[in-house]
């Protein structure tokens, strides 16, 4: 998908992520029909998402910390775009099937004991990949047949790590990578084994 920058996106708490290189990134890749089911995991601000429903998906944003449920809600809301939007730890609350998953999970590798949202917000554990390896181990039982999921990993982020667990079940294919001073962050797209291309 590309940025849409009449979308009107406002950022009202300090405990929610603002897009940044990494939520750009996963937007580019993102590849939405009309009607097709999205999964926007660790949602944020609604950056996926908005862009998703506008293209004409039936969308579902998710997110663990209580103030990005709120500014998806106020952001679908200020664009008159129709999101279901729900509280949810990864896939705890999930239901139903998807045909296509996006996250942009916390990476960086530090173990956060603070209770702030922000620093949950790019915490990925000791190694960087607690986050994205929960996330990979249980997105499939959501994914209808054909579906896929797109997925940021970075080089700081246990990268080896993460991907080990997605070949196990998955097709993993790099779309897009961004190199900055201090690391790389890629876009992976994933396809269930045996599933259709």
Not at 149 to 155: F, G, T, V
Request: with cysteine; proline share 4%; aromatic share 8%.
């Amino acid at each position: 998908m590309k940025l849409d920058n009449s979308l009107d996106i406002d950022i009202e708490s300090s405990e929610v992520y603002s897009p940044s290189d990494d939520s750009f990134l996963i937007l580019k890749v993102v590849e939405v029909a009309p009607g097709e089911r999205l999964l926007d995991m660790g949602c944020g601000s609604g950056l996926v998402a908005l862009h998703a429903a506008k293209a004409g998906a039936q969308v579902t944003a998710a997110d663990i910390n209580p103030f990005a449920v709120d500014c998806t809600r106020r952001n679908a809301a200020r664009n008159n775009l129709r999101i279901d939007v729900l509280r949810s730890d990864l896939f705890e609350d999930i239901r139903g099937n998807f045909d296509i998953i996006t996250f942009n999970p916390p990476y960086l590798p530090e173990e956060t004991r603070s209770t702030s949202w922000i620093e949950k917000s790019w915490s990925g554990g000791n190694e960087g990949s607690e986050v994205a390896v929960r996330f990979i181990v249980d997105a499939w039982k959501h994914l209808s047949p054909g579906g896929r999921i797109y997925i940021i990993l970075s080089s700081l982020g246990g990268l080896t790590t993460a991907l080990k667990s997605a070949r196990q079940r998955y097709v993993c294919e790099m779309l897009e990578e961004k190199h900055m001073f201090f690391e790389s962050i890629y876009a992976y797209r994933l396809k269930l084994k045996g599933s259709n291309p």
